[in-house]
């Protein structure tokens, strides 16, 4: 993205004070615009139906329909657009219903307005970022002390890629492989890691000591 082709958020939060604020943080931000604001899911859904965000500030308590459940039909419909959920909690059954239902980020709302930037840039990129409290929800619970024994060297290596913040694309470069053969290694290791997205794996890789 540049000063041309900025990185389009929504704001999604109940609190208008909240909306501001976040809009304040960013509107320094050159190469990211606000571009809507939404009180709740079903609102960010309709404003999504007309013009969709490449980013989405999702707070995760609202009334009527509320984060996790926007964020999963969100996902479904446009999965090309980037959620983070923007939250005051920190409970591990809510940060892990967050990700399971597609957001790709995690962050707690006393995040600095320069590390909110950054999340943003990451998470257009492919590049998940998760608050220490949600990485210290997610280890908490994950209980399986042999989780991750049966991965092959190679997806450990993909793993440790992936936990570095590399692309599938740029994964695939460095290893000399095909971007579909990363694809796949990807999905195996999701699957024998016993979780749903990139964010959740690396969380749990650095909790198991599976990655450097």
């Known amino acids: 993205m ?4 900025p990185i389009r958020v929504m704001i999604v939060d109940d609190h208008g004070m909240v909306r501001r604020g976040l809009s304040a943080y960013l509107a320094s931000e050159s190469d990211i615009i606000v571009m809507a604001e939404a ?11 007309n013009d969709q965000p490449d980013v989405i500030l999702m707070d995760l308590i609202m009334p009527e329909l509320g984060g996790v459940a926007a964020i999963r039909i969100i996902h479904k419909r446009w999965p090309e657009i980037c959620i983070i959920a ?3 909690f920190q409970e591990k059954e809510l940060v892990q219903e967050a990700l399971k239902a597609g957001a790709i980020s995690y962050l707690l709302k006393n995040v600095s307005g320069q590390d909110l930037a950054a999340a943003i ?6 590049r998940p970022m998760l608050a220490k409290e949600a990485v210290a929800a997610l280890i908490q619970a994950e209980e399986d002390i042999d ?9 450990r290596e ?3 890629l992936l936990s ?7 994964i695939a470069q460095q ?4 971007r579909s053969t990363i694809k796949a290694h990807v999905s195996s290791i999701l699957s024998k890691l016993g979780v749903s997205n990139r964010a959740e794996a690396i969380a749990l890789a650095i909790e198991k000591n599976l990655v450097d």
Request: charged share 30%; glycine share 10%.
């Open 2 to 5: 540049n000063d041309l082709n």
């Open 39 to 49: 009180r709740e899911g079903q609102e960010a859904i309709r404003i999504c139906e």
């Open 86 to 88: 923007l939250t005051s």
């Open 121 to 126: 840039r990451d998470s257009y990129a492919g």
């Open 147 to 155: 989780l991750g024994r049966d991965l092959t060297l190679r997806e």
């Open 158 to 160: 993909v793993l440790g």
């Open 164 to 170: 570095k913040g590399l692309t599938n694309p740029e």
């Open 175 to 178: 290893l000399t492989v095909s």
